[in-house]
């Protein structure tokens, strides 16, 4: 939800009027937010589907997502419990999201969240957005093949207690009876569909009183429905906000007290109706001057909330839109709160494969939105914690800490031990609870976040800040939230990491470490990976000394990267490496190797092209399947792109057939066989690429040959943005001597 003011009608602030109820059978009362499309037919069943699978599980809140008339999405058709507009950006539903409501209908399976750790584990995303600790349970709608979407509950929170089966089993049958009567209404002509705002349902029970003896409290006490509306005002919250009882009752509370509808308030309001743990925050009681606060204690129940308010002193550390309204959402705090959602940072670490780009993204997304300078990131190996990322302290200042033991007393430690963020609004209240502890030069505040990925410890995250602040509850949550974004992205980078190490090491393994030295063939390889990822691919070349004397030049291509692709590299070098040894003529190598890639991985992939070459005549056959054509760079220094008769890549057709094209090279003629990651750039034409290659062979000294591949790859190499890797294999014949 936007932290924006509200717009009128739209949002938890002024403008929000309530609907009048309609009355259902059973004393169940339905009212849209916004005028829903339902028959009454359907208004009747969601209500009643609402209120029981609510009542049914012991929760506090529940609701109903259908189908809509928008593809792929699913729209909250029916609300309990909670106030509708101060939940408005989980109304619409993509069932592309990472979220419990879209998994359960793609899966047709139920979704049991007994916890906030098990919802961080498998649905961070709706965490960072609700940072709350509740429980959820989620069940498909379904009748036969007809999936109708989502019915879904909230409850109190059981952390390391899984969901009861009796509850699972309540919250199927109810799904069941739901689904029973929306086959009824689509068997009568009643679209199931949901195109409107949800219908807001209530307990029948639900009251608004109070007992007499609160009159006699200091306090002011309010009592609010799970929908906002102030249905009890006690004679000291009169006098304190200046008003009478009547004209608050019946009114959501964000628009008979507008300034309790500032955006810096509104995950508090969500937290004490999402979760059963009280809240309490200070407030600034409109716009006069001087400033007046007030302290807000919010105490959530199952019927609604107990709202008590009282005079208070300005907090040592207050949002500067607070201190000074009308001034907007000044602050880098402010902004952070208010505009810096962690969903953001989400979609940005989505983009980050290695553990370095994962720092860098933090560091160009979560210090400028809280005004933070300072940025390290420790991660965990083998009981001790090495420092991986550094921004904005004193050079050397952090070396002292890197490698520490986990038995080692300091903040950034214990917040990863103990799985608790520490906060410290000045260096002074660092050194008093950590006393002797090194500081640098700077005075400012600290935060210390522990990085854990689905239960596992992966490191610790500091932030640091230049002067003295707070830290506001939405800060601290949000902060905790994003710490374990931050953690499955390092572990993400950290597995990649690894198997990018396994698939160079095979890589290496498989790529040949010197070529035949022949006295009539200069022959030079020469292999980059690509940048762009850092992973590696399948290209490969070879050079293999065949009977007669004859020498077999190869180059190939594996489509992908990673182990997988060089795995199967490694299966194509050895099978072409087999055929040659045979004797068989270059067709036989070509076809053999194609029906051997064919049986091994359908659906794999590989170009290649392979020409044998008798140094002693210059004559050589080549044959090419689906791979770039060769350059041939004759003595005067002609260069041309050879016209390789070719067929198609290597396991498209098992009986695929491969054409054979005679050449031949004179002594001082340099043949470059080459991989497509040398020609492509993303954008340009790949025979622009070729021309290119082909100018750089030309101006070439072909003596001695090194140089000459050094020269073609050498612009490719120094690309920082390469997405493909390259191979290049260089045969001169010389006519003598090596």
Known sequence: MSRSAAPRGRGPGPGVRPRPPRAHPGGVTARPDSGGPASDAMAQVLARATVGVVAAVGGYAGGVYLRCGQPGQLRMAALMGLPGPLFRPWWRM??????????????????????????????????????????????????????????????????????????????????????????????????????????????????????????????????????????????????????????????????????????????????????????????????????????????????????????????????????????????????????????????????????????????????????????????????????????????????RFDGVGLDVRLPGVETLTTGRPLFFESMEHLAAAYPGIPLDAHVGARAFLPLIASGRPVGSCILGFDAPRGFSPEERTVLTALAGLIAQALERARRYDSEAALARGLQSGLLPHRLPVHDQVDTVGRYLPGTQGMDVGGDWYDVVETGGGRLALVIGDVQGHGVAAAATMGQLRSSVRAFALTGSTPQQVMRGTNQLLSDLDPGQFASCCYVVLDPATGTAEAVRAGHPQPLLRHPDGRTEVLDLAGGVVLGIDPEAEYPVTELRLAPGSVLALYTDGLVEKPGIDIDVGVERLRRLLAAARPDPLTETADRLISEAGNSADRPDDIALLLACRTGGAA
């Open 94 to 399: 993509n069932l592309s999201r990472p979220y419990p409501v879209a998994e359960s209908y793609r899966t047709g399976q139920s979704v049991h969240l007994p916890d906030a750790e098990a919802a961080m584990r498998r649905f961070p995303q709706l965490m960072a957005g609700l940072p709350f600790p509740f429980a959820s349970m989620f069940e498909p709608v379904t009748s036969g093949a007809e999936r109708f979407g989502v019915m879904m509950a909230l409850r109190a929170a059981t952390p390391g207690v899984p969901v009861a089966p009796e509850d699972r089993e309540r919250m199927r049958r109810a799904a069941d009876r739901l689904a029973g009567e929306l086959a009824e209404l689509a068997a009568a002509g009643d679209p199931v569909l949901w195109d409107g705002d949800p219908l807001y349902t209530e307990r029948p029970d639900a009251s608004g009183g109070a007992l007499e003896a609160v009159e006699r409290l200091e306090q002011g006490l309010l009592s609010l429905d799970r929908q906002g509306r102030i249905g009890f005002v006690n004679a000291a919250a009169e006098r304190l906000l200046g008003t009478t009882g009547p004209e608050l009752r019946g009114r959501v509370l964000w628009e008979a007290l507008p300034w309790l509808g500032h955006p810096a308030y509104e995950d508090h309001f969500r937290a004490v109706f999402m979760s059963t743990e009280p809240v309490h925050f200070p407030a600034r009681r409109g716009r006069r001057t001087p400033a007046e606060w007030v302290s807000v204690d919010l105490y959530p129940g199952i019927d609604g909330v107990t709202m008590t308010i009282g005079a208070t002193d300005q907090p040592a550390y207050a949002p500067a839109s607070m201190a000074r309204p009308g001034g907007g959402l000044g602050s880098p705090a402010d902004r952070a709160s208010a505009l810096y959602r962690p969903v953001a940072l989400a979609i940005a670490l989505t983009e980050a494969v290695t553990a370095r780009q994962v720092s860098a993204v933090v560091t160009e997304e979560l210090l400028p939105a809280f005004g933070g300078r300072q940025l390290a990131i420790y991660l965990l190996n083998e009981r001790h914690l090495h420092l991986a990322w550094e921004t904005g302290f004193p050079q050397g200042f952090l070396d």
